[in-house]
């Protein structure tokens, strides 16, 4: 018979935290088995073996054993992701607490994708769904509250097209209703949700909002917040999200307030719709569009010997292209890849209008950015990208590195880059030279970050177990999960209870015995014994 067991390790009796996941595969074994091990040691540390069948039901474990779980689906421009996240009973409130156990990548494109065939949207999104009952307890379903935010795609799909918008948002909403768990919403988040609920998700699981005993008091003496700031870059939109030093009212649409476990933070962010990374090189083969005499394009940032074909009459009906339009003598556009580096950062350049701003300063395009504060968490394609590249190393490389380590890639024949990475989906692999590219434009020449504090960015997939992105914030603050004020200091540990008795007793024995040596000086120690 197969039996796989899951383990699961507890820190103390009430938080548990999942080490590995269920095996579908092994599911359906019959058997029963629970085993609780406390070691004599550690008492409060237990491992606890159940086998897979009970992962599902755990039908052995009191009732408030598994705490909480929620879902959220990110409807992104390029894809949707489903996350399964889960909090141990009572802790919620903790930071740090809750934890991603779960995500599932929906198969073809992002929500947007479907503005053709609207009715398509929702079902596509049901296998994810079927993932995520095999990972949540039966027991629980029906309270797991589950949240759809579509971002950048469904932004610009209700500026082509309102109608279509509507569409697709009520057939995922139409899927989401038919799953066994508690609908709690679908619907497109705006830029600064999107930009806001990603710095909630970094510092959360950075565990930089609550600080306890020295932390506290070391902050407590310093003006600013000890937060990181969050660059979140997308298919279709880029968030730039921190704690400036000192804020001006210059820009109030781009300042945010939060009171979260009794501190104040004032927040800068803005989303730039149009310049996540596919948007991007959109508006910049629209810009090279224009000085195209004939059906054919040389361009830099795609590698030498790489060819693509667009479609021109299709280009321009997207919001991010369509001031560019006019009109061509050919309907197809025939792209040859040149390879340039250099060519390509000049080429990118022209996308950030650095010219007029009206605010003591700015990143591009006339909007306000106040100087840039302390370490930055990358994520999303930002990390994607410079993952790929190899330049997201725990010793950081410097600006000067990434740029030479990029050109070099860009360099490298089409066949060349084919033949070692086979096994990347060519959509992706064909657009990295032009990627790296964009992103150094966009840190460097859009929000000026220097050789100086080039340092400061750190490029990161994952904080522990959670993806980095707005997600996990967007549930923390739609299920209260983040208290304004700080939750009372909860009673000693136990361990620290112990040690306290322990110490307890050995100054009292300490005293006792100090006492009795001194009143009744035994002879030993009395002047003239030897
Ligand atoms: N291994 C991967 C995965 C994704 N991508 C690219 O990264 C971008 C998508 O990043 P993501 O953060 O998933 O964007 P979305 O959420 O889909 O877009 P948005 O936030 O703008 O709505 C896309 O260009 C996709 O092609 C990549 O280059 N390599
Ligand atoms: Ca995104």
């Not at 999942?18 to 085993?35: G, H, Q, T």
């Not at 479907?114 to 993932?131: D, H, I, M, N």
Request: aromatic content about 12%; proline content about 5%; overall charge neutral.
């Amino acid at each position: 018979m197969h039996l796989t067991l899951c383990i699961y390790i507890s820190q103390n009796d009430l938080s548990p935290s999942r080490s590995r996941r269920c095996d579908p595969a092994s599911e359906r074994s019959p058997r029963s088995f629970s085993v609780v091990i406390e070691t004599k040691t550690e008492l409060w540390k237990k491992l606890v073996l159940v086998p897979c069948k009970h992962c599902l039901e755990h039908r052995n474990m009191p009732e408030d054993f598994w705490g909480g779980y929620g879902i959220v689906l990110d409807a992104g421009s390029s894809h949707t992701n489903l996350y399964v996240y889960e909090w141990p009973a009572e802790k919620e409130n903790d930071t740090g607490v809750v934890q991603q156990v779960e995500v599932c990548k929906v198969e073809g494109p992002g929500i947007s994708g479907y503005s053709q065939t609207t009715e398509k949207a929702g079902p596509s999104l049901v296998q994810c769904l079927r993932q995520a009952e095999g990972v949540i307890p039966l027991k629980q379903h029906q309270e797991t509250p589950v949240y759809l935010g579509a971002t950048a795609g469904m932004r610009l799909l209700r500026l082509e097209n309102k109608d279509a918008a509507e569409k697709v948002l009520s057939s995922v909403e139409k899927t989401l209703r038919s799953a066994p768990f508690n609908f709690q919403g679908a619907r497109i988040i705006s830029g600064q949700e999107e930009g806001a609920y990603g710095w909630i998700t970094i510092n959360y699981l950075l565990g930089n909002f609550k600080q306890s005993g020295w932390k506290k008091f070391l902050h407590s003496l310093k003006s600013v917040s000890e937060t990181s700031g969050a660059l979140d870059l997308g298919g279709a939109s880029t968030q730039i999200t921190f704690v400036p030093d000192e804020i001006s009212s210059e820009s109030p649409q781009n300042l945010l307030y939060f009171r979260l476990y009794g501190k104040d933070y004032r927040v800068y962010t803005h989303s730039f719709l149009c310049y996540g990374k596919d948007q991007a090189l959109q508006q910049k083969l629209a810009r090279d569009l224009q000085s195209t005499e004939n059906s054919s394009l040389f361009d830099p940032c795609f590698h030498q010997g790489y060819q693509r074909t667009i479609s021109v009459s299709n280009f321009f009906k997207n919001p991010c292209t369509s001031v560019e339009k006019k009109q061509f003598p050919f309907s197809q556009l025939h792209i040859e890849g040149e390879g340039n580096y250099e060519k390509c950062r000049r080429n990118i350049q022209n996308l950030f209008n650095k010219t007029d701003c009206p605010y003591s300063s700015c990143s591009f395009n006339g909007i306000y950015l106040p100087p840039l504060q302390g370490d930055f968490g990358a994520f999303s394609a930002f990390y994607f990208v410079m993952n790929f590249l190899n330049l997201t190393s725990d010793d950081p490389f410097t600006l000067d590195e990434v740029a030479s380590a990029i050109k070099k890639f860009c360099a490298r024949p089409w066949h060349e880059v084919k033949l070692q990475y086979h096994q990347i989906k060519e959509k992706y692999l064909s657009e990295y030279c032009f990627s790296g590219a964009y992103i150094l434009s966009l840190l460097e020449n859009g929000y000026e970050f220097t050789t100086e504090n080039w340092k400061r960015i750190h490029f990161l997939g994952k904080i522990g177990s959670s993806d980095a992105g707005w997600t996990l914030g967007y549930m923390l603050n739609l299920t209260n999960m983040i208290p304004a004020e700080e939750p009372p200091a909860p009673p000693l540990s136990y361990g620290s209870y112990v040690g306290l008795m322990v110490l307890c007793s050995l100054v009292l024995v300490s005293v006792i015995l100090l006492a009795w040596l001194l009143f009744h000086k035994p002879k030993c120690l009395q002047k003239g014994v030897v």
